[in-house]
């Protein structure tokens, strides 16, 4: 049987992509920094999925999480860096040691999978990392700025990495980064008052079933970036082009996406039991 390891999933996105791989056949080991709820997310799941305490800035657990799986479960197929925060704030004003924390579990957790996830996948000579980033690691988003800085480092490890095992006549081996919209989540479930996230609701909200369904899609048929949906990735692009013209346009945009953040909290509110 395959073997599948997903971080930062005993909630949220994760925890859908760790079903949408069990679906699929993998045996699928669910890691958490909360090690009690991937236990308890593991068992939800059923298909034999496990569940293991996951810290993704543990550089030498990460290896040692992919080695055991390795051993235990087979071929490590598919490993996704998953797990994420996101704490909001004025770029200037915010608390270093938050703006730390973003860097050490988006961008360090994810070098640190994926270097473990590729020591066990050169050995075998086959697998595919799956990175989850965000639109935000396309676009500073204002609010979410030294989120967007974790991601965009993520994203260029993801990019660079797949570039370095091309390089070395690697062939067998895919590293994915996909880019959702926002995601109604446990991330965000705090965040429906918060101004400086009205960036995450400015878009499409997606559910973590979509994004697990295009992660399904994208072991079909490996792609370097897959943003969701692909229009808005097209609209952060253009937005990055052009910096002068973007930040001239950042209070009406901020503005028209705060709008939709109280339209969604209103349509919540009336879905309310
Ligand atoms: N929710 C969104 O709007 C959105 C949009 C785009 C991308 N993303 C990304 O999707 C991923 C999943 O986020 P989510 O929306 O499911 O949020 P979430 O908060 O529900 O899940 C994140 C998980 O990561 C875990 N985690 C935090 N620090 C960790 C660490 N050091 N080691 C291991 N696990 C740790 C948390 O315990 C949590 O279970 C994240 O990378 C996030 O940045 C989210």
Request: aromatic share 4%; glycine share 10%.
């Amino acid at each position: 049987m395959p073997a599948a390891l997903v971080t930062g999933a005993a909630g949220g996105l994760g925890l859908a992509i760790a079903r949408m791989l069990a679906e699929r056949g993998h045996a699928v080991t669910v890691t958490d920094l909360d090690g009690e709820g991937a236990e308890g997310a593991a068992e939800a799941i059923g298909s034999g999925a496990r569940g293991r305490r996951l810290d993704v800035t543990d550089a030498a657990d990460c290896a040692a999480a992919a080695r055991e799986v390795a051993e235990r479960d087979g071929p490590l197929d598919v490993w996704v860096n998953n797990a994420g925060v996101l704490i909001t704030g004025v770029a200037y004003q915010q608390d270093p040691a938050a703006q730390r924390a973003m860097l050490e579990v988006n961008a360090v957790g994810t070098f640190n999978g994926t270097r473990a996830a590729l020591e066990v996948m050169l050995a075998a000579g086959r697998g595919h990392v799956v990175n989850v980033i965000s639109l935000a690691g396309l676009v500073a988003a204002p609010g979410e700025v030294a989120y967007a800085a974790s991601k965009h480092a993520a994203i260029a490890y993801s990019i660079g990495t797949l570039a370095d095992l091309r390089r070395s006549g690697v062939r067998g081996i895919d590293v994915s980064a996909v880019c959702p919209d926002g995601i109604w989540s446990p991330m965000l479930e705090d965040k429906l008052d918060d101004p400086d996230a009205a960036a995450s609701f400015s878009g499409s909200m997606l559910t973590p079933q979509q994004v697990a369904e295009r992660v399904g899609r994208v072991l079909d048929y490996p792609s370097p970036v897959v943003t969701i949906p692909r229009w808005r990735g097209a609209f952060v692009r253009a937005f990055d082009a052009f910096p002068r013209l973007a930040t001239l346009m950042v209070p009406l945009v901020m503005k028209a996406a705060r709008r939709r953040q109280r339209a969604f909290a209103r349509r919540l509110e009336r879905q309310a039991p």
